[in-house]
Nanobody
Framework: QVQLVESGGGLVQAGGSLRLSCAAS????????TGWFRQAPGKEREFVAA????????YYADSVKGRFTISRDNAKNTVYLQMNNLKAEDTAVYYC????????????????WGQGTQVTVSS
């Protein structure tokens, strides 16, 4: 089992930037594809971005493509989400997730979640 701890959330004005971090412990982190999901109040949790085990392949939801960048440092057991040009609709709790998978064009979460980090974008 892998344990995940997210950090880096906060309050930012529209157009601003934040970088989220997901620190992993437990089993070998580099063995897992990793992703970010988010959940806004009153809405279902949704896929944001994913990165392969090596970091060579990345995937994004259409709503964040061109604004967010996912990356990883396997030596530090950490995955990052750089969020630029933030919009009010990006306000949500952001969760790190291990082994998300894509089926038929949709992304589904894997087995392990962190506790989440709140991102609030003021307009």
């Amino acid at each position: 089992q892998v344990q995940l701890v997210e950090s880096g959330g906060g309050l930012v004005q529209a157009g601003g930037s934040l970088r989220l971090s997901c620190a992993a412990s437990g089993r070998t982190f580099s063995s897992y594809a990793t992703g970010w999901f988010r959940q806004a109040p009153g809405k279902e949790r949704e896929f944001v971005a994913a990165i392969s085990r090596s970091g060579l392949s990345t995937y994004y939801a259409d709503s964040v493509k061109g604004r967010f960048t996912i990356s990883r440092d396997n030596a530090k057991n950490t995955v990052y989400l750089q969020m630029n040009n933030l919009k009010a609709e990006d306000t949500a709790v952001y969760y790190c997730n291990v082994e998300p998978a894509e089926y038929g064009g949709s992304w589904y979460s894997g087995s392990s979640w962190g506790q989440g980090t709140q991102v609030t974008v003021s307009s």
